[in-house]
């Protein structure tokens, strides 16, 4: 019987302890919860109203409003010369509205650069107010200077000065597949750069029939920069142009007198003492010799090449010379004849026009602009016709043999030689890049 009672006592126990344990089980359970509750219960937002409260009143000096003075209106517009372009038609396509503006360019000493270097491709900036009264106007003149002419309260200033920033470095390379101008159109190269490489090559490719499919060039080329705004396109550096697998290469070098001229790697000029063409990217639109003249429909020398191209294209000098005479000329119209070292002579004809300050007597330099294409004289359309005689006697101009221009100059060919070095070396390595990056 006490055994008995003992196990049930002991199953009590342990029923009691089992009991026990519930209970603490439960507190632990129940006491975080009431916890959470309790910061429910107090979270940010309750009332408490046994804060204290007082009003603070302070006085603040506020501005009178009055009337917000008008800002005049300032409109920049930039345009590319053009062929054939005035300054007249270029203040027109700039919304420039202002005839003191064109007086004081015509009549100002600085200002009257812009018509004497109104050259196609060069950039032109204007400012102007609300009624398109010239308020600014910036002509860049080459890659390191421009024009600036300023508006102020006494008139306006013009003044001449330089580039704010150094001119950016491009690196190119285009394969032709048509034409020059669609591939550098395809490579991103601007068409002022790309007729500098037409130049700079003329002399041994003739870009209507010479080029072939898969013809590549490379060039290293400037742009150039104001403020942070594109303006112009600066020089060719150097360049390569592979043709029909024959390789020419030109650097630029500039001499101690800061005349640029373009060398071949071994220090030849690029350049012939005279032009085959004085007239850009025409065609031939008559040859020398006799033919059927257009007009008095009889059989007729022609002692001339025609240059067929849009009225108002410029018309260069072939080369270094003084100007015998500039005016009207019975069929030739208005006409320009050019004496040259060596007993030869140019002629040009038919022009619309001539440039600034061409008369005889003037000198003039290869590849300036000495007057524009037009129809006047015996004319049946807008072409040059170009003469070459030598001591008196017409030549081939397309034919006659013409001698290379002077090479690097003895004493500046160690720095020559430093210059073409870079540049080679620089083509090696735009031209593989290329290459590498299509294949």
Known sequence: MAAEKADILAQRNTRLGLVHQLIFGGVLLVV???????????APGTAVDDLHQAPVAQALDLPVPGATPAVPGRYVTQERVLRGDTVAALFERLGIHDARALDFLRTDATGRTIFRQLVPGRMLQAETGEQGELLALRYFLGSASLLEVMRSAEGFTARNRAVAEAPRVYYKTATIRSSLFAATDGAGIPDAIAMQIARVFSTDIDFHTDLRKGDRVSVVYEMIYDSGELVAPGRILCAEFVNDGHAYQAVLFTDDEGKDTYYSMDGSNRAKAFLRSPVEFSRISSGFGGRIHPIFNNWRAHTGVDFAAPRGTRVMASADGTVMSAGVRGGYGNAIEIRHGGAITTLYGHLTGFAQGIKAGARVRQGDVIGYVGST?????????????????????????????????AQLRPRFEQVAAAARSTLGRVSTAAAERFE
Request: no cysteine.
């Open 32 to 42: 975080p919860a009431l916890t959470v509750l309790t910061a429910f219960g107090i």
């Open 377 to 409: 004289g015996y004319a049946t359309g807008p072409h040059l016709h170009y003469e070459f005689k030598i001591s008196g006697m017409h030549q081939d101009p397309l034919k006659v043999a013409l001698p290379k221009a002077e090479p690097v100059p």
